[in-house]
């Protein structure tokens, strides 16, 4: 475990969806990054969205995790954390379906969180890629290769992510500039 001073945040690359909006469903690629890596990082937590609570505690660790509901004007923070029935029942379970069959909301309890600027680790993303697929989802693979970079993440619209758009935005303005310098033949 390492040392509270210093935990480092990792950003694999992740596609979001409708269906990824509970972290059971997410699909956080298969393979652990190039380099070895995944001998010496620790996942310290996991934030994502949820519009329905914590039903997707099964699959995570007894440490806190905090959820985040967008709402029109708002956004609601709350932090969950595993009960020891809960850990237990999730150590014995074998049903990895999207409602597992004996799951209670008695396995897990809300925990306080505390909001800061300011916080001591670091970043590791995608050196090569995005980390966000909100996008382009279809170019996520579960089984993708990727390598580690200490770098702080992109924000979530940046042209990285996106690069699609950026493209068609490119299309619209060469459009306008060849239909300006071509001669009409016919005038």
């Known amino acids: 475990m390492s040392p509270p001073s210093y935990h480092p945040r990792m950003s694999p690359p992740m596609p979001r969806s409708w269906l990824t909006t509970h972290l059971g469903m997410a699909r956080k690629p298969s393979s652990s990054p190039a380099g070895g890596l995944e001998r010496t990082w620790e996942e310290v937590w996991w934030a994502g ?3 329905q609570g914590p039903e997707w505690w099964p699959k995570l660790s007894l440490d806190p995790h905090p959820s985040f509901s ?3 004007g708002s956004c609601t923070l709350t932090a969950y954390k595993l009960t020891p029935s809960g850990y237990e029942w999730g150590r014995q379970n074998t049903d990895k379906g999207n409602n597992p069959k004996g799951y209670l909301p008695s396995h897990y309890e809300r925990v ?21 697929y ?3 989802g279809v170019r996520h693979d579960p089984n993708m290769k990727y390598e580690l970079q200490l770098a702080n993440p992109k924000e979530f ?17 060469e459009g306008e500039v060849y239909s300006a310098d071509r001669e009409d033949l016919y005038a």
């Open 49 to 51: 969205t949820a519009d």
């Open 70 to 72: 967008f709402t029109p």
């Open 112 to 132: 306080q969180m505390l909001l800061s600027d300011r916080f001591l680790g670091f970043f590791m993303v995608p050196a090569q890629s995005s980390w966000n």
């Open 134 to 136: 909100n996008f382009m």
């Open 157 to 173: 619209y940046h042209e990285v992510h996106r690069p699609s758009h950026f493209l068609n935005f490119a299309l619209l303005q």
